[in-house]
Nanobody, 123 residues
Framework: VQLQASGGGLVQAGGSLRLSCAASGRTFSSYAMGWFRQAPGKGREFVAAINGSGRRTSYAGSMQGRFTISRDNAKNTVYLQMNSLKPEDTAVYYC?????????????????WGQGTQVTVSS
């Protein structure tokens, strides 16, 4: 599975962005998908995850209510809608795929990673 993340950019605090992650392959629905982020000088942080069918999701506490993960299995794409962005959301955002039916929140459980897309939120 190859993953290509896009949609990052520069936005003012309070603004919104939608990240996309396109996956190769014909078994996309067999993979749980997740978004992680890494800010400068910090470790990788879980953001959100979704199971293969899209019926179950999980969010990190600080993103709950502001971020929404979704997927379109017909398009082999997972999305991260980010609203009410804050300067502390500035990071490189990565999508990841795990060959499992469960929602996966642990980075080490993911098998494939995209290249990352930069999100910068100005104050």
């Amino acid at each position: 599975v190859q993953l290509q993340a896009s949609g990052g950019g520069l936005v003012q605090a309070g603004g919104s962005l939608r990240l996309s992650c396109a996956a190769s392959g014909r078994t996309f629905s067999s993979y749980a998908m997740g978004w992680f982020r890494q800010a400068p000088g910090k470790g990788r942080e879980f953001v959100a995850a979704i199971n293969g069918s899209g019926r179950r999701t999980s969010y990190a506490g600080s993103m709950q209510g502001r971020f929404t993960i979704s997927r379109d299995n017909a398009k082999n794409t997972v999305y991260l809608q980010m609203n009410s962005l804050k300067p502390e959301d500035t990071a490189v955002y990565y999508c990841a795929a795990s060959y499992t039916v469960a929602v996966v929140t642990t980075g080490t459980a993911y098998d494939y990673w995209g290249q990352g897309t930069q999100v910068t939120v100005s104050s």
